[in-house]
Protein backbone atom coordinates (compact mmCIF):
# COMPACT_ATOMS: atom_id res chain seq x y z
CA UNK A 1 0.00 0.00 0.00
CA UNK A 2 2.93 2.28 0.76
CA UNK A 3 4.44 1.91 -2.83
CA UNK A 4 1.09 2.37 -4.40
CA UNK A 5 0.65 5.41 -2.11
CA UNK A 6 3.81 6.63 -3.06
CA UNK A 7 3.66 6.28 -6.70
CA UNK A 8 0.65 8.76 -6.52
CA UNK A 9 2.29 11.18 -4.62
CA UNK A 10 5.38 11.35 -7.00
CA UNK A 11 2.82 11.43 -10.52
CA UNK A 12 1.32 14.02 -8.67
CA UNK A 13 4.18 16.30 -7.99
CA UNK A 14 6.09 15.05 -11.71
CA UNK A 15 5.32 18.28 -13.76
CA UNK A 16 7.07 16.75 -17.29
CA UNK A 17 4.12 16.19 -19.92
CA UNK A 18 2.27 19.35 -18.64
CA UNK A 19 2.22 21.35 -21.92
CA UNK A 20 1.12 18.24 -23.63
CA UNK A 21 -1.98 17.72 -21.65
CA UNK A 22 -2.55 21.78 -21.42
CA UNK A 23 -2.62 21.36 -25.35
CA UNK A 24 -4.87 18.60 -25.39
CA UNK A 25 -7.14 20.65 -23.78
CA UNK A 26 -7.21 24.14 -24.97
CA UNK A 27 -6.32 22.70 -28.64
CA UNK A 28 -9.75 21.34 -28.69
CA UNK A 29 -11.31 24.88 -27.87
CA UNK A 30 -9.33 26.62 -30.60
CA UNK A 31 -9.90 23.69 -32.98
CA UNK A 32 -13.61 24.12 -32.18
CA UNK A 33 -13.64 28.12 -32.08
CA UNK A 34 -12.00 27.75 -35.75
CA UNK A 35 -14.38 25.93 -36.47
CA UNK A 36 -17.30 27.64 -35.60
CA UNK A 37 -15.58 30.96 -37.21
CA UNK A 38 -15.45 29.17 -40.52
CA UNK A 39 -19.55 28.44 -40.55
CA UNK A 40 -19.83 32.32 -39.61
CA UNK A 41 -17.89 33.24 -42.18
CA UNK A 42 -19.66 31.00 -44.57
CA UNK A 43 -23.13 32.36 -43.06
CA UNK A 44 -21.99 35.65 -44.01
CA UNK A 45 -21.52 34.53 -47.63
CA UNK A 46 -24.32 32.95 -48.07
CA UNK A 47 -26.56 35.88 -46.48
CA UNK A 48 -24.93 38.22 -48.82
CA UNK A 49 -25.42 36.60 -51.85
CA UNK A 50 -29.17 35.89 -50.85
CA UNK A 51 -29.47 39.83 -49.85
CA UNK A 52 -27.82 40.60 -53.53
CA UNK A 53 -29.96 38.08 -55.67
CA UNK A 54 -33.63 39.38 -53.79
CA UNK A 55 -32.50 42.65 -54.40
CA UNK A 56 -31.79 42.31 -57.79
CA UNK A 57 -35.16 39.84 -58.79
CA UNK A 58 -36.75 42.98 -56.88
CA UNK A 59 -35.34 45.55 -58.81
CA UNK A 60 -35.35 44.14 -62.65
CA UNK A 61 -39.19 42.76 -61.63
CA UNK A 62 -40.37 46.86 -61.31
CA UNK A 63 -38.27 47.87 -64.17
CA UNK A 64 -40.13 45.21 -66.36
CA UNK A 65 -43.86 46.71 -64.57
CA UNK A 66 -43.00 50.20 -65.14
CA UNK A 67 -41.44 49.62 -68.73
CA UNK A 68 -44.96 47.69 -69.36
CA UNK A 69 -42.61 44.43 -69.86
CA UNK A 70 -44.90 42.35 -67.67
CA UNK A 71 -48.39 42.80 -66.47
CA UNK A 72 -49.11 43.08 -62.11
CA UNK A 73 -50.53 39.27 -62.37
CA UNK A 74 -47.46 38.28 -63.83
CA UNK A 75 -45.33 39.79 -61.17
CA UNK A 76 -44.88 37.11 -59.05
CA UNK A 77 -43.70 34.72 -62.06
CA UNK A 78 -40.57 37.28 -63.23
CA UNK A 79 -39.59 37.61 -59.55
CA UNK A 80 -38.93 33.95 -59.37
CA UNK A 81 -37.41 34.11 -62.42
CA UNK A 82 -35.25 36.90 -61.94
CA UNK A 83 -34.47 35.46 -58.53
CA UNK A 84 -33.57 32.18 -59.49
CA UNK A 85 -30.94 33.57 -62.73
CA UNK A 86 -29.41 35.31 -60.23
CA UNK A 87 -28.11 32.81 -58.15
CA UNK A 88 -24.68 31.62 -57.74
CA UNK A 89 -25.57 27.95 -58.21
CA UNK A 90 -22.96 26.88 -56.12
CA UNK A 91 -23.74 27.58 -52.60
CA UNK A 92 -27.49 29.00 -53.83
CA UNK A 93 -29.14 27.26 -56.21
CA UNK A 94 -33.19 27.53 -57.24
CA UNK A 95 -33.51 23.95 -55.44
CA UNK A 96 -32.17 25.74 -51.60
CA UNK A 97 -33.49 28.69 -51.66
CA UNK A 98 -37.55 29.00 -50.73
CA UNK A 99 -39.21 32.41 -52.02
CA UNK A 100 -41.52 32.67 -48.23
CA UNK A 101 -43.85 35.15 -50.12
CA UNK A 102 -44.34 37.78 -52.71
CA UNK A 103 -46.74 40.70 -52.19
CA UNK A 104 -47.03 43.34 -55.21
CA UNK A 105 -49.30 46.87 -53.65
CA UNK A 106 -51.05 48.07 -56.14
CA UNK A 107 -52.14 51.11 -54.41
CA UNK A 108 -48.03 51.91 -53.12
CA UNK A 109 -46.55 50.58 -56.52
CA UNK A 110 -44.23 48.10 -55.20
CA UNK A 111 -43.20 44.28 -54.82
CA UNK A 112 -42.52 43.35 -51.90
CA UNK A 113 -40.09 39.85 -51.86
CA UNK A 114 -38.79 37.48 -48.71
CA UNK A 115 -37.26 34.13 -48.97
CA UNK A 116 -34.56 31.87 -47.29
CA UNK A 117 -32.55 28.90 -47.94
CA UNK A 118 -31.43 26.84 -45.56
CA UNK A 119 -27.21 26.65 -45.27
CA UNK A 120 -25.77 23.09 -44.22
CA UNK A 121 -23.16 23.96 -41.09
CA UNK A 122 -19.60 22.16 -41.52
CA UNK A 123 -18.35 21.66 -38.38
CA UNK A 124 -21.58 23.09 -35.68
CA UNK A 125 -22.96 19.64 -37.25
CA UNK A 126 -20.50 18.04 -35.03
CA UNK A 127 -22.77 19.85 -32.12
CA UNK A 128 -25.89 18.50 -33.58
CA UNK A 129 -26.70 22.36 -35.10
CA UNK A 130 -27.09 20.70 -39.11
CA UNK A 131 -29.10 23.72 -40.96
CA UNK A 132 -28.81 27.57 -40.16
CA UNK A 133 -31.61 29.33 -41.61
CA UNK A 134 -30.67 32.66 -43.48
CA UNK A 135 -33.36 35.21 -44.46
CA UNK A 136 -33.28 37.79 -46.90
CA UNK A 137 -36.07 40.55 -47.85
CA UNK A 138 -35.91 43.69 -50.64
CA UNK A 139 -38.73 46.25 -51.59
CA UNK A 140 -38.44 48.25 -54.91
CA UNK A 141 -40.91 50.51 -56.04
CA UNK A 142 -42.04 50.53 -59.66
CA UNK A 143 -43.03 53.66 -61.42
CA UNK A 144 -46.34 55.23 -61.32
CA UNK A 145 -47.75 55.30 -64.83
CA UNK A 146 -49.17 58.84 -64.90
CA UNK A 147 -46.73 61.33 -64.80
CA UNK A 148 -46.47 64.66 -65.77
CA UNK A 149 -43.67 66.41 -65.78
CA UNK A 150 -42.70 70.41 -66.41
CA UNK A 151 -39.00 71.38 -67.82
CA UNK A 152 -38.54 75.12 -66.84
CA UNK A 153 -35.16 75.93 -69.11
CA UNK A 154 -33.09 79.00 -69.07
CA UNK A 155 -32.43 80.55 -72.56
CA UNK A 156 -31.40 83.65 -71.40
CA UNK A 157 -28.19 85.46 -73.05
CA UNK A 158 -25.62 83.92 -70.42
CA UNK A 159 -26.56 80.64 -71.63
CA UNK A 160 -25.05 81.50 -74.62
CA UNK A 161 -21.54 82.11 -72.92
CA UNK A 162 -19.07 79.30 -73.05
CA UNK A 163 -19.03 77.01 -69.88
CA UNK A 164 -14.91 77.63 -69.52
CA UNK A 165 -14.00 79.26 -72.39
CA UNK A 166 -11.78 78.31 -75.23
CA UNK A 167 -13.34 75.42 -76.88
CA UNK A 168 -15.51 74.45 -74.10
CA UNK A 169 -19.54 74.16 -75.00
CA UNK A 170 -21.81 76.84 -74.63
CA UNK A 171 -23.92 76.62 -71.63
CA UNK A 172 -27.09 76.20 -73.93
CA UNK A 173 -25.48 73.22 -75.95
CA UNK A 174 -25.01 71.59 -72.19
CA UNK A 175 -28.53 72.29 -71.37
CA UNK A 176 -29.60 70.70 -74.74
CA UNK A 177 -27.60 67.66 -74.60
CA UNK A 178 -28.40 67.43 -70.59
CA UNK A 179 -32.49 68.05 -71.42
CA UNK A 180 -32.47 65.13 -74.18
CA UNK A 181 -30.76 62.71 -71.99
CA UNK A 182 -33.59 63.13 -69.41
CA UNK A 183 -35.87 63.15 -71.92
CA UNK A 184 -34.45 59.79 -73.00
CA UNK A 185 -34.46 58.66 -69.55
CA UNK A 186 -38.46 58.70 -69.20
CA UNK A 187 -39.01 57.90 -72.40
CA UNK A 188 -37.15 54.85 -73.38
CA UNK A 189 -38.96 51.54 -73.10
CA UNK A 190 -42.02 53.22 -71.94
CA UNK A 191 -45.74 52.53 -73.75
CA UNK A 192 -48.54 54.61 -74.88
CA UNK A 193 -50.02 52.81 -71.32
CA UNK A 194 -47.80 54.46 -69.70
CA UNK A 195 -48.64 57.86 -70.00
CA UNK A 196 -45.80 59.73 -69.01
CA UNK A 197 -45.96 63.31 -70.70
CA UNK A 198 -43.24 65.98 -70.26
CA UNK A 199 -44.10 69.61 -71.40
CA UNK A 200 -41.65 72.92 -71.87
CA UNK A 201 -41.33 76.04 -70.53
CA UNK A 202 -38.45 78.07 -71.89
CA UNK A 203 -38.09 81.73 -70.45
CA UNK A 204 -35.89 84.73 -70.91
CA UNK A 205 -37.39 87.80 -70.19
CA UNK A 206 -41.13 87.03 -71.13
CA UNK A 207 -42.42 83.47 -71.59
CA UNK A 208 -43.93 83.01 -75.61
CA UNK A 209 -47.13 81.41 -74.58
CA UNK A 210 -48.52 81.10 -77.96
CA UNK A 211 -49.84 77.85 -77.88
CA UNK A 212 -52.60 79.01 -75.28
CA UNK A 213 -53.01 82.64 -76.13
CA UNK A 214 -55.99 82.25 -77.55
CA UNK A 215 -58.07 80.24 -75.04
CA UNK A 216 -57.21 83.49 -72.42
CA UNK A 217 -57.08 86.14 -74.89
CA UNK A 218 -60.86 86.96 -74.50
CA UNK A 219 -61.18 88.00 -70.39
CA UNK A 220 -57.96 86.22 -69.38
CA UNK A 221 -55.60 88.82 -70.90
CA UNK A 222 -54.50 92.14 -70.26
CA UNK A 223 -51.66 94.61 -71.76
CA UNK A 224 -50.34 96.77 -68.49
CA UNK A 225 -46.91 98.96 -69.20
CA UNK A 226 -45.05 100.87 -67.14
CA UNK A 227 -42.40 103.82 -66.34
CA UNK A 228 -39.22 102.44 -64.61
CA UNK A 229 -40.39 103.71 -60.80
CA UNK A 230 -43.20 101.46 -61.66
CA UNK A 231 -46.00 104.46 -61.97
CA UNK A 232 -47.89 105.64 -64.47
CA UNK A 233 -49.14 102.55 -65.80
CA UNK A 234 -51.74 102.30 -68.33
CA UNK A 235 -53.79 99.09 -69.78
CA UNK A 236 -54.46 98.58 -73.35
CA UNK A 237 -55.81 96.02 -75.32
CA UNK A 238 -53.30 94.88 -77.91
CA UNK A 239 -52.10 91.37 -77.05
CA UNK A 240 -49.08 89.30 -78.23
CA UNK A 241 -47.91 86.20 -77.71
CA UNK A 242 -45.28 86.63 -74.82
CA UNK A 243 -46.84 87.24 -71.21
CA UNK A 244 -45.42 88.57 -68.16
CA UNK A 245 -46.29 88.10 -64.32
CA UNK A 246 -50.18 88.16 -63.19
CA UNK A 247 -50.85 90.49 -60.54
CA UNK A 248 -53.64 91.17 -57.96
CA UNK A 249 -54.72 88.45 -55.67
CA UNK A 250 -54.64 85.35 -57.63
CA UNK A 251 -51.19 86.14 -58.77
CA UNK A 252 -49.24 83.65 -56.57
CA UNK A 253 -51.95 80.71 -57.49
CA UNK A 254 -52.96 78.49 -60.40
CA UNK A 255 -56.09 79.75 -60.74
CA UNK A 256 -57.05 80.26 -64.20
CA UNK A 257 -57.44 83.32 -66.77
CA UNK A 258 -60.19 85.01 -66.36
CA UNK A 259 -61.34 88.63 -65.94
CA UNK A 260 -60.65 88.90 -61.99
CA UNK A 261 -57.38 86.98 -62.49
CA UNK A 262 -55.56 88.34 -65.60
CA UNK A 263 -52.89 87.09 -67.39
CA UNK A 264 -50.48 90.26 -68.45
CA UNK A 265 -49.29 90.67 -71.95
CA UNK A 266 -45.53 91.14 -72.36
CA UNK A 267 -44.06 94.43 -74.10
CA UNK A 268 -40.36 92.57 -73.75
CA UNK A 269 -38.45 91.41 -76.38
CA UNK A 270 -40.46 87.72 -76.95
CA UNK A 271 -38.18 84.36 -77.28
CA UNK A 272 -38.86 82.71 -80.50
CA UNK A 273 -39.03 79.32 -78.24
CA UNK A 274 -42.67 78.45 -77.30
CA UNK A 275 -43.74 76.66 -74.20
CA UNK A 276 -44.31 72.96 -75.32
CA UNK A 277 -48.06 71.46 -73.62
CA UNK A 278 -47.96 67.94 -72.15
CA UNK A 279 -46.95 65.71 -74.49
CA UNK A 280 -45.69 62.01 -75.10
CA UNK A 281 -44.19 62.55 -77.83
CA UNK A 282 -40.38 63.24 -77.12
CA UNK A 283 -39.80 63.67 -81.22
CA UNK A 284 -41.39 67.20 -80.54
CA UNK A 285 -39.97 68.05 -77.10
CA UNK A 286 -36.35 66.95 -78.72
CA UNK A 287 -36.93 68.95 -81.96
CA UNK A 288 -38.17 72.28 -79.82
CA UNK A 289 -34.95 71.76 -77.11
CA UNK A 290 -32.92 71.54 -80.00
CA UNK A 291 -33.88 74.75 -81.67
CA UNK A 292 -33.11 76.49 -78.45
CA UNK A 293 -31.68 79.75 -78.68
CA UNK A 294 -29.96 82.06 -76.21
CA UNK A 295 -30.94 86.21 -75.87
CA UNK A 296 -32.58 88.40 -73.40
CA UNK A 297 -32.59 89.11 -69.43
CA UNK A 298 -33.68 86.45 -66.74
CA UNK A 299 -37.85 86.94 -65.72
CA UNK A 300 -37.22 82.83 -63.54
CA UNK A 301 -40.45 83.83 -61.82
CA UNK A 302 -42.40 83.63 -65.01
CA UNK A 303 -40.90 79.99 -65.17
CA UNK A 304 -42.49 79.19 -62.13
CA UNK A 305 -45.63 80.50 -63.30
CA UNK A 306 -46.43 78.99 -66.18
CA UNK A 307 -44.89 75.34 -64.87
CA UNK A 308 -47.36 75.62 -62.28
CA UNK A 309 -50.44 76.32 -64.85
CA UNK A 310 -49.41 73.46 -67.25
CA UNK A 311 -49.65 71.53 -63.93
CA UNK A 312 -52.94 72.67 -62.97
CA UNK A 313 -56.23 70.97 -63.73
CA UNK A 314 -57.75 74.54 -63.29
CA UNK A 315 -56.11 74.79 -66.94
CA UNK A 316 -57.06 71.79 -68.36
CA UNK A 317 -59.62 73.39 -70.56
CA UNK A 318 -57.40 75.64 -72.19
CA UNK A 319 -54.47 73.17 -73.21
CA UNK A 320 -55.06 70.86 -76.37
CA UNK A 321 -56.27 67.78 -76.60
CA UNK A 322 -54.50 65.24 -74.56
CA UNK A 323 -52.75 67.79 -73.43
CA UNK A 324 -55.31 68.51 -70.44
CA UNK A 325 -53.10 67.86 -66.27
CA UNK A 326 -55.01 65.23 -64.38
CA UNK A 327 -56.88 66.20 -61.27
CA UNK A 328 -54.24 66.90 -58.02
CA UNK A 329 -55.79 64.51 -55.75
CA UNK A 330 -56.61 61.55 -59.18
CA UNK A 331 -55.13 58.50 -57.80
CA UNK A 332 -51.63 57.30 -58.92
CA UNK A 333 -50.83 60.65 -60.45
CA UNK A 334 -47.91 62.12 -59.90
CA UNK A 335 -46.66 65.67 -60.60
CA UNK A 336 -43.52 67.13 -61.02
CA UNK A 337 -41.28 70.41 -62.46
CA UNK A 338 -37.88 70.82 -63.05
CA UNK A 339 -36.91 74.42 -62.49
CA UNK A 340 -33.55 75.36 -64.16
CA UNK A 341 -31.84 78.41 -64.00
CA UNK A 342 -27.81 79.87 -65.02
CA UNK A 343 -28.07 83.30 -63.30
CA UNK A 344 -30.56 85.33 -60.80
CA UNK A 345 -33.74 86.45 -61.39
CA UNK A 346 -33.63 89.76 -62.27
CA UNK A 347 -36.30 90.77 -64.45
CA UNK A 348 -39.78 92.05 -63.47
CA UNK A 349 -41.84 93.84 -66.51
CA UNK A 350 -45.12 95.11 -64.15
CA UNK A 351 -42.76 97.12 -62.51
CA UNK A 352 -40.61 97.93 -65.16
CA UNK A 353 -37.17 96.63 -64.41
CA UNK A 354 -35.00 94.81 -66.91
CA UNK A 355 -31.88 93.00 -65.76
CA UNK A 356 -31.59 95.22 -62.74
CA UNK A 357 -31.15 94.35 -59.09
CA UNK A 358 -34.89 96.01 -58.00
CA UNK A 359 -36.33 93.69 -60.83
CA UNK A 360 -34.20 90.79 -58.66
CA UNK A 361 -35.38 91.28 -55.46
CA UNK A 362 -39.21 91.33 -56.81
CA UNK A 363 -38.70 88.40 -59.35
CA UNK A 364 -36.95 86.15 -56.34
CA UNK A 365 -39.98 86.80 -54.08
CA UNK A 366 -42.81 85.81 -56.62
CA UNK A 367 -40.90 82.99 -57.47
CA UNK A 368 -40.91 81.93 -53.82
CA UNK A 369 -44.43 82.25 -53.09
CA UNK A 370 -45.05 80.66 -56.17
CA UNK A 371 -42.75 77.87 -55.73
CA UNK A 372 -44.45 77.08 -52.13
CA UNK A 373 -47.77 77.23 -53.48
CA UNK A 374 -47.24 74.37 -56.00
CA UNK A 375 -46.08 72.64 -53.25
CA UNK A 376 -48.39 73.10 -51.09
CA UNK A 377 -50.83 71.52 -54.56
CA UNK A 378 -48.88 68.31 -54.27
CA UNK A 379 -46.38 69.02 -57.24
CA UNK A 380 -42.57 67.77 -56.34
CA UNK A 381 -39.63 70.52 -57.43
CA UNK A 382 -36.65 69.88 -58.66
CA UNK A 383 -34.68 72.52 -58.87
CA UNK A 384 -30.83 73.32 -60.77
CA UNK A 385 -28.59 75.97 -60.45
CA UNK A 386 -26.20 75.55 -63.62
CA UNK A 387 -22.73 77.50 -62.94
CA UNK A 388 -25.37 80.14 -61.30
CA UNK A 389 -23.82 82.08 -58.29
CA UNK A 390 -24.68 82.50 -54.91
CA UNK A 391 -28.28 84.51 -54.89
CA UNK A 392 -29.59 82.00 -57.45
CA UNK A 393 -28.23 78.56 -56.19
CA UNK A 394 -30.01 80.30 -52.72
CA UNK A 395 -32.95 80.98 -54.53
CA UNK A 396 -33.47 77.02 -56.20
CA UNK A 397 -32.65 75.66 -52.93
CA UNK A 398 -35.51 77.45 -51.31
CA UNK A 399 -37.57 76.57 -54.33
CA UNK A 400 -36.84 72.65 -54.24
CA UNK A 401 -38.74 70.36 -52.27
CA UNK A 402 -37.66 68.59 -49.55
CA UNK A 403 -38.23 65.03 -48.66
CA UNK A 404 -35.76 62.85 -46.08
CA UNK A 405 -33.02 60.94 -47.63
CA UNK A 406 -33.78 62.40 -51.40
CA UNK A 407 -31.94 64.98 -53.58
CA UNK A 408 -34.04 67.67 -54.91
CA UNK A 409 -31.60 70.73 -55.69
CA UNK A 410 -28.82 70.38 -57.66
CA UNK A 411 -26.00 72.29 -58.00
CA UNK A 412 -24.42 71.43 -61.26
CA UNK A 413 -20.93 73.59 -62.25
CA UNK A 414 -19.98 72.02 -65.65
CA UNK A 415 -21.86 70.08 -68.67
CA UNK A 416 -20.96 66.43 -66.72
CA UNK A 417 -22.52 68.10 -63.40
CA UNK A 418 -25.67 69.48 -65.43
CA UNK A 419 -26.01 65.88 -67.46
CA UNK A 420 -25.69 63.77 -63.85
CA UNK A 421 -28.20 66.23 -62.16
CA UNK A 422 -31.11 65.31 -65.08
CA UNK A 423 -30.09 61.76 -65.22
CA UNK A 424 -30.53 61.52 -62.00
CA UNK A 425 -33.83 63.53 -61.43
CA UNK A 426 -34.94 61.67 -64.86
CA UNK A 427 -34.59 58.23 -62.96
CA UNK A 428 -35.68 58.94 -59.19
CA UNK A 429 -38.96 60.21 -60.91
CA UNK A 430 -39.13 56.85 -62.70
CA UNK A 431 -38.98 55.48 -59.08
CA UNK A 432 -36.45 52.71 -60.10
CA UNK A 433 -35.39 52.34 -56.22
CA UNK A 434 -35.17 50.33 -53.20
CA UNK A 435 -37.17 50.90 -50.79
CA UNK A 436 -35.08 49.27 -48.27
Same mark, same amino acid.
Given at each position: ?? %??????????? @?????????????? &? &?????????????????? $??????????????????? &??????? #???????????????? +??????????? @??? &????????????????????????????? $?????? *?????????????????????????????????????????? +?????????????????????? !?????????????? %????????????????? /??????? !????????????????????? #?????????? !?????? !?????????? *?????????????? $????????????????????????????????????? %? %???????????????? /?????????????? +?? /?????????????? #?????????????? /??????????????????????????? #???????????
Amino acid at each position: MR %IVLDRIKDFAS @DRRGNFGIMFAVLG &T &TLLMGSALAIDVARMFAV $HNKLTSAVDAAALATTQDL &TLGVVSI #ADAEVTVRKYLDANLD +NRNLTADTVTV @DSI &TVDKVNRSVDIKAHTLMPMTFAGIVGYNN $HRIDAE *SKAKFSNTEIEVVMALDITGSMGNRIGGGGTPTKLSALQDAA +NLGLNTLFDGASVGDRIRVGLV !PYSEAVNAAPVIDA %IKTTGLTKTTCNKNGKK /CKTETTY !PDCVAERTGTEKYTDAFATSA #AKITSSDYNC !PSAKIV !PLTMNKATLK *SEIDAFGAGGCTAG $HLAVAWSYYMLSPKWAAAWPEGSDPEAYDKPGVSKYA %I %IMTDGEFNTFETGGYS /CSNSGANWSETYAE +NL /CSAMKNSGIKIYSI #AFAAGSDAEALMKK /CASTSAGEKLYYNATDEADLKAAFLEI #ARDIKGLRLVN
